[in-house]
C-alpha cells in the first residue's frame, strides 16, 4: 500500500457536496469567486479518475435529475444521446503531475470503464475499473490497480483491490492506517481518546468502537464505515442509519447487500482469486488471472480490457493496458519500479525522470513540466512548460499559500479544535483582498458564511438527522426549505414565495415522481439495473429509452413511436445512430480511441486529427477544407488557422489567462486583470480603454467606456443588481419577489414594467407601464398554449405528442397548421386560407426545396461541406 500522500486539493468544508444553494457551492471545485482559492487542486474527474473525496452512498454516484434532459419552453422532454465530439484534448490516461491523489471511486460514465491517476511524486502508477452504475442504492465495485499492493496475498490478483477492500491496518499501533480501496494510507494517530488524530490532509474522521473492538470512519456527509477488531470493513451506514452489509466467506468478500436486502455477489476461482462480480440486477463481469495475474476483464456486453505484466527486480508489474478496440497503452518504468514512460496508441509518449525529491515530466510534444517536492513529497512548486513557476508552501500537510507566476499569493486558513481531530477549510485570502468566511458549528458542520462585505448567507440543520438541511437563508433573510423521507432523500424543496417541488421515490429510493406546485405529476420508470428506461410527463406523453447490460442507449422512442437506434462497435464505442427514417450516421475513431471520421447520411466525411498530446489539430470538412489548431508549449490553444489560411491568435500571460486576441487582420483585443484575475479593463483595436471597477465580492461596481462616460451598478445585499445610472444621470431601478426574480424595472423617466409569476415559477403576466396587461396559459407538461395581449386577443398553440407545435390560431380565429415528417422535420405549412406550403429535404436533413400554394418550386444546393452553393427561386431564377 502506500501512505497517502498530502496534496494542494481544496480542503474540505465538511458539506454534502450535493448541497444547494451557496453552502453546495462550497463543495463545487468551481467556487473560487470571492477570494475562494483558485484552481489549484480542485476536485477533478478527468481522464475518468474522480479525485474528489466520496460522497454519498456507497456507490458513490452523484446525485442527478432522472430525467436526462432539460426543461425548456415547450416543456419537458428527455435529451437524445450527445453525438460524440472532436473538441476536447481529454486522453484515456490521465497525467495529474502529482496535483490529484486517486479515491476510491472513478468518475466514470455510468456503463463504467477505465479511469487512472499518476502519483509522479512517487512514480506510482494507479489504474482503476468501474463496473457499470446500478441504481441509487446499488453499490458499485471499483477495481484498482496499485503498484504497492504487489505481492499481497488476498482473493485480489498481485497488485489489485477494490473500493470494498478498504480496511484497517493497526500492525502499527498505537498508530492506525486506514487503507482505502485504491490502495492509499490514511495515518491516524491514538493518543487514548475516543477520536483519533487525523493527518492533515484526511477529510474524514475515525473513532474507536468500544462495542466491538472496531473503527468507526465518518465521511463529512454522515457515511460511516464500520470495521471489526479485525480491521475488515463490515458495514457501511448513511446518516440516517440504513445499512450496506459486507458478508464474508473464508474471509474472502462474498455479499454486499444494501439497505432492501439486494445483493451484488462475488465468487472466486480456484486458487481463491476473484473471478467474478455479479451486480444486483444479474449482470455478470468477470476477470482472468492466470498466475495471479490479472489479465482480462470482460464487461457484460462482452467488452474486454487486457492487461500485461513485466517482470522487474521486485516482482511484477502492469506493463500494457489494452482498450476493447485493440489499441494498447504501455508503461516502463526505472530501477525503483517508478513509472517512466507511458506509450500511447498510435505515437505518442510521454515520460518522468526522477532527480531527488524532483520530477521532471515530458508530454508527449516533447514539453517539459517540473515538479519540485520536499523531504515529505509536498509539492513545493511547478513549473510549466513555458517555465512560468506556482509556490506552494504548507501549514502541516495542509496547503498554507500558492504563489502564481506573477508573484500573486492565495492564502488557505484552517479551522481545528474540533472533536473529532480535523481541520476544516476557514477562509481564502485572495491576492486583491480577504475573501469569505467559513464559520462552523461543533458537529463540525458549516453553519454560515460571512462575505467579503460582511454580509451573511446561513444554513441550518436538521435537529434530528444532523446531516439534513432544513434550510438555507439568503442575505436578505429569504429562505429555502427542505424535507426528507426515510432514506433521507428530498421529498420536496420549498422557495422563498412558498412554491414546493414534491419528489416521489419507490422502495429502491430511485426517484419515480416530481410534482409541481400545480400538482402536475411527471414520472419515470427503470430497468432491473437502476437505469431510466421511461419517462411520462403530466400529460401522460410517454418517451422509452432501451439499454444494453452497460447502460448505453440502444433505442429511444418518442411518444409517437418514432424510433433512433444506437449500435456500438467491436471497440464498445458508439459506432451508428439511425434517426426515425432510417437515415445513418457512423463514427469512427483513431488508436487513441478519439473521434476521427464522422460519415453523414450522404457518405460526407469530416475528419479529426489530433497532436500527440490527444488536442484536435485539424478539422478537414467534406471539401478537403482544413481547420488547424496550434498549441503553445502549455498545451494552450494559441491560434486557430481557418481553410484560407487567416489565423486568430491568443496570448496568454504567465499565469495563463488570455491577454491578447489577434483577429486575422491583425487588428488587437487585449485584457486587464487584477491580482485576483479578475478582469478589470480591455480595449479593443482602436486602443479605446473600457474599465470596470469592482467590489469586495467581485461584481462590477462601475464601467468607464473609452468616452470615460461611468455607468454604476448597485447591488443589494445577497448580490442583486437593484439600480443601473448611466452617464447621464438617468437610473434603471429593479425590485425582486423573495425567490430572486425580478418584478419590475422601473426606467428612468418613472415608468414601470411589472412581472408576474405563476406557482411553478413561469412568467404568467407581464403590465407595461401604461398597465396594459398580457397574459400567459400553460397546460400541464408547462408548455405555452395561449398568450392574451393587453387587447383582451387570445392567440392559442396546439402541441402534438412530442411537443411540437402543431397548430397557432390567432384572434380572429385563423389556424396556421404545421406537418412533420418521421424525424421531426416541418414537411408543410398550411395557412388559414388551407393553402398548402410543403418543404423537401435531402438525407443529410438539409432543406433543398420550398414549394408555396401554387406549386412554384423554390431549390437550395448545398456544397460537401453544408454550405449553400447555389438557389433557384419559384421563377426560375439561380443564385449561385
Known sequence: MTTAAPVPRRPSTGLLTSSAGPFGMISDPGWYAGGFGGDVGSCSAEGGCSTCPPSGG????????????????????PEPLPAPSADTSEISQIEDYGLSQASDFVGAASFGGMGGTVDASRGNLIQQYSLPAGGT????????????????????????????????????????????????????????DDYLVAPDFATNWL?????????????????????????????????LGHVWTLTYASSKLNIITNPVGKRTSFSYDGSGKLKSIQDIAGRLTTLTVVSNQLTTITSPELCQTQFRYASTGSGTILQARVHPSGNATTYTYDGSDRLESIKFPGGGISTYSYSGNNVEFTNPRGKKTTLLYDADKLLTAVVDANGDRTSLTWDGKLIRTVKNPLGKVTTFNYSGGFTEAIRLLQSVESPRATGSTIVYDTAPRPVSIVYADETYSSINWNATHDREVDTIVDQLGNSNGFTYNS????????????????????????????????????TYAYTASGQINSIKNPLSKVWTMTRDAMNRLTASTDPLGKITSYTYGANCQLNTVKNPLGQVTTYQYTNRDQLEVTIDPLGLRTTYSYNLAGSLETIKNPLGQVTTYVYDDAQRRIGTVNPLGFRTTTTYDAAGRPVEMRDPLGNITTTVYNDAGQIIASVNPEGERTTFTLDLNGRITETENPENQVTTNVYDDAGRLVSTTDANGDTTTYTYDDANRILTVEDALGQITQTHYDNVGRIDATANPLLKRTTFIYNEAGYRVAVMNPLGRITTTNYDADGRVASVEDPLNHITTTVYDSAGRAVASINPLSLRTTFAYDSAGRQISVKDPLGRLATTVYDNANRVAAQVNQLNTRTT
Do not use: C
Open 58 to 77: 456507497p456507490s458513490s454516484q452523484p446525485t442527478t435529475d432522472p430525467t436526462g434532459g432539460g426543461q425548456n419552453q415547450n416543456g419537458t422532454a
Open 137 to 192: 442504492l446499488d453499490p458499485v465495485v471499483v477495481l484498482s490497480y496499485n503498484k504497492d499492493f504487489r505481492g499481497n496475498t488476498s482473493e485480489y490478483p498481485d497488485g489489485w483491490t477494490s473500493n470494498y477492500n478498504r480496511y484497517i491496518d493497526s500492525s502499527a499501533s498505537p498508530d492506525i492506517d486506514v487503507v482505502s480501496g485504491s490502495g492509499m494510507a490514511y495515518q491516524y494517530s491514538d493518543t487514548g
Open 207 to 239: 473513532k474507536n468502537d468500544s462495542s466491538t473492538g472496531g473503527w468507526i470512519e465518518t465521511q463529512p456527509d454522515g457515511l460511516q464505515y464500520f470495521y471489526g477488531s479485525d480491521g475488515k470493513l463490515t458495514k457501511i451506514s448513511n446518516h
Open 487 to 522: 432514506m433521507g432523500n428530498i421529498e420536496t424543496v420549498g422557495n422563498g414565495v412558498g412554491e414546493t417541488f414534491t419528489y416521489a421515490y419507490d422502495a429502491e429510493e430511485r426517484r419515480v415522481a416530481v410534482v409541481d406546485p400545480d400538482t402536475y405529476r411527471t
